[in-house]
């Protein structure tokens, strides 16, 4: 079993434009040696955006919420929206809307310009609104790749059902398939890196098992609910962060254990307090619907050193430095 290594969470929410109020759980700027990129390579940067409630917007046309143009190169940004609506539009002449469930893998590349907004139809309407961003790192051998949008809808993911340790026959949740391999089932996008990226409900109490690579980092965030995860129980809007691959694999070694990965996901039921029909009316837990949600991201250290600045991730300092002059001299994304 992973051994967990940190629980990310503690950070206090920041606006990112008027449109997004974000946690950001982790950022490969942070400099804490023990929680750093290189124990969560490829991944850069992970921005929880916790359930908010928005008003409709009476001026959902000419002033939408979110952000304007703003510059990315050298990574993928990866988009998963649970609530709301999401409209992007960029420098290619890309645009779309990210509707609830779907999601949206940008490789930025040799370089983009673009800018997000809640959609139109959601402007109008308002109501709940929840999105999580992470930022995937390219390897320097695709760092100049040409910049793509991969729009992935929910019902292109394919979805798979978690049964209970107990009992294989009882279904206790589902993994939408986002990217990577699950027991051979490929996920819809497509990566530059092995990576899974796995959106999961659990919607009925039991404890389930998910299978992974030895080899990979691996991050889980708890989105909705509350989960015991390898027994520790854990709530939403926390970002779990396991032992590095070489960690957890030393230690095998040291026990003669075989290097099979596994996590543990356990929901608890929810109870409710209800009098008996009884003389003395005693009161009984009765157990009560309960549910969760959990994005799971495991990926294949890449192992190159990372020079970054802002929105650019690049792998040298030359590298990083020629890319702010092309943006100040308008050669950007050429």
Known sequence: MRPIKHIHGDKAPQWIGDGFYVKTLINHLDDDPDINYRHTDPFLLFDYGQPTTFAPNPH????????????????????????????????????????????QWMTTGRGITHEEFHSEAFGARGGLFSMVQLWVNLPSAHK??????????????????????????????????????????????????????????????????????????????????????????????????FASPTQHRAEMAAEQVATHDRIELCLLAAHTDEL????????????????????????????????AHGPFVMNTKEELHQTLRDYQTGRFGQ
């Open 60 to 103: 959902y046309q000419t002033k939408p919420h979110g952000i304007g143009q703003h510059p990315h190169k050298g990574f993928e940004a990866v988009t998963v929206a649970y609530a709301g609506e999401i409209s992007h539009a960029d420098s290619a002449g890309g645009r779309g809307d990210i509707l609830a469930g779907d999601a």
């Open 276 to 307: 008996a029909a009884t003389p003395v009316k005693a009161p009984v837990k009765t157990p009560v619907e309960t549910s969760a949600k959990l994005l799971l991201l495991s990926g294949e250290p890449i192992g190159e050193p990372v020079a």
């Open 144 to 241: 100049l790749t040409a910049p793509r949008y991969q729009s992935i809808k929910r019902a292109d993911m394919p979805m798979v059902t978690l049964t209970a340790d107990s009992n294989h026959q009882t279904a206790i949740g589902t993994a939408a398939i986002i990217a990577g391999d699950w027991q051979g089932i490929k996920g819809a996008a497509s990566t530059f890196t092995p990576i899974n990226l796995w959106d999961i409900a659990l919607y009925r109490a039991g404890a389930t098992t998910l299978q992974l690579p030895d080899t990979h980092n691996v991050l889980l965030l708890v989105q909705e609910g509350e989960v015991l995860v390898n027994g520790t129980a854990i709530s939403a809007g926390h970002l779990i962060q």
